[in-house]
């Protein structure tokens, strides 16, 4: 198994937490959004911008090392 495969296992299985971390974010969110208050609003929208934003970062680092991995070849 060359570098470029060790890489993508290992960005696969940071999806599979990444997945698992935004489920917490948004569940965060919605409890501060319910419970929170005015302050809660506030901080409902950081927690689900950064949740979203995680997930689109490693889905993206995903495209990104499949992409090398098929048109760059050492």
Do not use: C, H, P
Request: proline share 0%; aromatic share 14%; hydrophobic share 50%.
């Amino acid at each position: 198994m060359g570098i470029n495969e060790t890489g993508i296992s290992l960005i696969q299985f940071f999806q599979g937490f990444s997945m698992t971390a935004t489920a917490f974010a948004f569940t965060v969110a919605g409890f501060y959004f319910t419970l929170g208050g005015e302050r809660g609003r506030q901080k409902t929208v950081s927690w689900l911008i950064g949740g979203a934003g995680g997930l689109i970062i490693v889905m993206g680092a995903f495209a990104l090392a499949e992409m090398v991995n098929d048109n760059i070849k050492f």
